[in-house]
């Protein structure tokens, strides 16, 4: 017996095959009444589309100032005019010079846009939209490319998995650099498989690698899975294809794709334009002694200035649900058993489909590796790119475990299988698709197992940086709280005082403010002052001379902790889920209604 890959209903049975050696396809229609599969595909595009964008665009509505962001924001308000004016030269390119402009030149051409186009969204907003659109891009590709080696049903799964992800949502809506780099890698991964039959398209991903390490320099990081996959279906798997049925070795095409990676890194990136070997150095050397000097962040209960290489598991087991997490280590073994029968000659499987096991499985375990080498994670948005890969070996392996139980059941069933495929092929004949009730319900289970968890996560955590996986308990002793909540410490204080007072927002130097007033915390929340006045203050201060103190999580996770003469003055926690975001401390409990 041989399983169907395929997603619509109908095939999602077992169907008897003969065993034959074919190449990778990029096409999955069987039936002459699958017609209407592209217009069924349209509807599933756009329907993801919509999906993944709503969340996005309202939490990016919601969302405060968050670290970091206050930085990219006015890197792209200064990097976008001088490209623009062809400044090349000026010495203004080295703002931020450490990380690669590529993502902060398209917040400064949204923040042009929008403008020019009267200011229809807030600043903030605007700033976000790359990586809005880039997020819902991320979804969309996951689904398109993830058809042909998978089938429509796991890259289905995988894509509503990630659309409805808390984890990538939160970071989805957020100015950062780390969604258009995750959007740009994870395509360029997958567009290896159509790459195959149609070699130039190697191009596309050597550029997509260079755009990638234009927008944050870990992107490199993917190369290795992309090396050893070609590497490996063009050694090994391709020497068990018929001859005539052996695709040309692409040199040319590969020798041109390298190529292309540091020239569209170099073309992404103007900012070394000036002295493209000097300034790509300097950029380079800080990242490195930024690695050896560490970064103070929270992890597993302790913090510390570098993490352990297990810290890429723990994150992930932390920010993704176990449903998806545990079928993708089913996933893993299977592979493993299925490539190492493949190996010794005894496999059932066809090469399509040992192909495009080894097709994940290879994009899987090397990219975990490559970013279990960091030993600097200021946040869990470092560890997005692995999100794809994950979710759709997670869909993988639930489809096999559910496969395997409609196998059994229908082993089970006083209808054989001999009698289905029989009415099924009359369906077809007659130009009707037909329905099993039993294989719906599993389909229909499989997408509640599956996608439920996160979707629930979406709909209960406010704010959706709080999510943590059903192993955990929010993310005050697991994970730095990336969050800080101000915005909202600030209106809960407006609703709760009647006299003016004093609010020291606890930060650490130019979180709220970076020497420009129009692109400030301050700015941005102008109308939650009024009666209080909000100052940044450092939490190593001795004294605290306010009527209020709004005091992160994430710095009590690092060891800035509440003086001791406030901490019986808190009287309110911003929370998401089972995660404190910030603490409300009030020097006068009267002062409160």
């Given amino acids: 017996m041989h399983t169907n890959f395929d997603t619509v209903i109908g095939d999602f049975q ?17 039936y002459k009444n699958r017609a209407s599969l ?9 329907g993801l589309a919509l999906v993944a964008l709503l969340p996005r665009v309202i939490l990016a509505h919601e969302l405060d100032l968050v670290t970091d962001e206050i930085i990219y924001i006015m890197a792209g308000k200064t990097y976008f005019p001088l490209l623009l004016h062809l400044h090349i030269r000026s010495n203004q390119w080295a703002f931020n010079y450490e990380h690669p402009p590529l993502v902060k030149l398209l917040i400064g ?18 700033a976000r939209m790359p990586s809005i659109l880039c997020g819902t891009a991320l979804i969309v ?5 993830g058809r042909a080696p998978f089938g429509r049903v796991i890259a289905l799964l995988a894509a509503l998995c990630l659309a409805v992800s808390p984890w990538l949502v939160y970071f989805s809506a957020l100015a950062y650099l780390d969604m258009t780099m995750t959007m740009l890698v994870t395509l360029a991964y997958l567009l290896l498989w159509p790459a195959i039959r149609q070699p130039r398209l190697y191009l596309l991903s050597g550029l997509l690698v260079g755009l990638g390490m234009a ?3 870990t992107a490199i990081l993917v190369l290795p899975s992309i090396i050893f996959f070609t590497a490996y279906y063009f050694i090994v798997i391709r020497s068990r294809l018929d001859t005539e049925q052996r695709p040309p070795v692409p040199w040319k095409w590969w020798v041109m794709a390298l190529l292309l990676i540091p020239v569209a890194f170099f073309i992404a990136d103007p900012a070394i334009w000036r002295q493209p070997y000097s300034l790509f150095i300097k950029s380079i050397l800080f990242e490195w002694h930024q690695s050896i000097t560490g970064h ?3 992890l597993a209960g302790q913090y510390g200035g570098h993490v352990f290489h297990w810290a890429v598991l723990y994150i992930i087991f932390a920010k993704l649900s176990i449903f998806v997490t545990a079928p993708a280590l089913f996933f893993l073994i299977y592979a493993f058993i299925q490539l190492l029968r493949f190996h010794l000659k005894k496999t059932q499987l066809q090469i399509t489909e040992i192909t495009a096991i080894a097709f994940l499985g290879s994009w899987l375990v090397s990219i975990v590796s490559m970013f279990s080498l960091l030993t600097i994670v200021v946040g869990t948005h470092y560890f997005l790119p692995l999100v794809a890969p994950i979710a759709l070996a997670g869909a993988f392996g639930m489809t096999i475990l559910v496969r395997f139980s409609f196998k059994t059941l229908l082993q089970n069933s006083p209808v054989t299988a001999e009698d289905w495929n ?3 092929r009359e369906a077809v004949i007659s130009a009707k698709q037909p329905i099993h009730v039993r294989s719906t319900v599993m389909l229909a289970l499989l997408f509640v197992f599956f996608v439920g968890p996160h979707l629930i996560g979406l709909m209960t955590v406010y704010a959706e940086e709080g999510y943590s996986s059903e192993l955990f308990n929010g993310e005050d002793s697991v994970l730095q709280v990336a969050y800080p909540g ?3 410490a600030a209106l809960w204080l407006l609703a709760h005082t009647h006299t003016a007072g004093r609010v020291g927002i606890v930060a650490f130097p130019e979180t709220l403010i970076h020497g420009d007033y129009y692109t400030s915390w301050y700015r941005y929340n102008s109308d939650v002052q009024g009666k209080l006045t909000y100052s940044e203050v450092q939490p190593t201060r001795a004294s605290f001379s306010f009527d209020y103190l709004i005091w992160p999580m994430h710095l009590i996770q690092r060891g800035y902790s509440i003086p001791k003469a406030w901490r019986s003055h808190v009287v309110h926690m911003i929370i998401g889920g089972h995660t404190i975001y910030c603490f409300i401390l009030a020097k006068k409990l009267a002062t409160l209604t």
């Fill in 14 to 30: 077992l169907a008897p095959t003969k065993k034959k050696q074919i190449l990778p396809h990029t096409s999955t229609v069987t």
């Fill in 296 to 298: 103070l962040t929270f």
């Fill in 215 to 217: 927008s944050k320099y």
């Fill in 109 to 126: 051409l949204s923040l042009f846009l929008n403008a020019h186009m009267g200011s229809i969204v807030s600043e903030l907003f605007a």
């Fill in 141 to 145: 590709a996951v689904y398109w490319l």
């Fill in 422 to 424: 029989s009415q099924k």
């Fill in 38 to 46: 592209p217009f069924i595909d349209g509807i599933i595009l756009a």
């Fill in 486 to 488: 101000y915005r909202e």
